[in-house]
């Protein structure tokens, strides 16, 4: 288990949510893991994370706490998410971890510019704010 990710307590990972992804704090939710509200697309999404997580694990930084599998409505993206609002995708049966940077919203997975210690930035950001 990497220690990667920076622990957030809860109010700071409210905040985070708010800053980050302001759509899950609106009044209509976007967000929902009732099974009942995924389509057949969405239902086959979670199968495909289902299998990733039980063939691969889970990735090294993402905490095992309270895992659900949640839908966006307005992305249509189905996704992992813990208790600490960490997100993972499935990709060729494998789980990775997707990350927001705090400091400019860019998203994204390792390769897609968070290859830094701390995933809470993106590398733009995490070289700014360490040169
Ligand atoms: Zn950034």
Redesign the pocket.
Same mark, same amino acid.
């Given at each position: 288990m990497s220690n990667l990710t920076k622990k957030l307590n809860e109010e700071e990972a409210k905040e985070y949510i708010k800053n980050n992804f302001p759509r899950r704090e609106a009044k209509e939710e976007i967000t929902t893991t009732n099974l009942a509200e995924f389509g057949y697309r969405e239902i086959k999404e979670a199968k495909d994370l289902l299998t990733a997580y039980v063939e691969n694990g889970l990735p090294d930084d993402f905490n095992n706490e309270e895992i659900t599998i949640m839908f966006n409505k307005h992305s249509g993206n189905v996704f992992l998410t813990n208790s600490e609002y960490q997100v993972a995708f499935a990709s060729e049966g494998k789980l990775y971890s997707f990350y927001s /940077?705090? +400091? %400019?919203?860019?998203e994204g997975s390792e390769e897609e510019?968070f290859n830094n210690e701390d995933k809470s930035? /993106?590398? +733009? %950001?995490?070289e700014k704010e360490n040169s």
């Open positions: /940077c705090s +400091e %400019c919203g860019h510019g930035l /993106c590398d +733009e %950001c995490y």
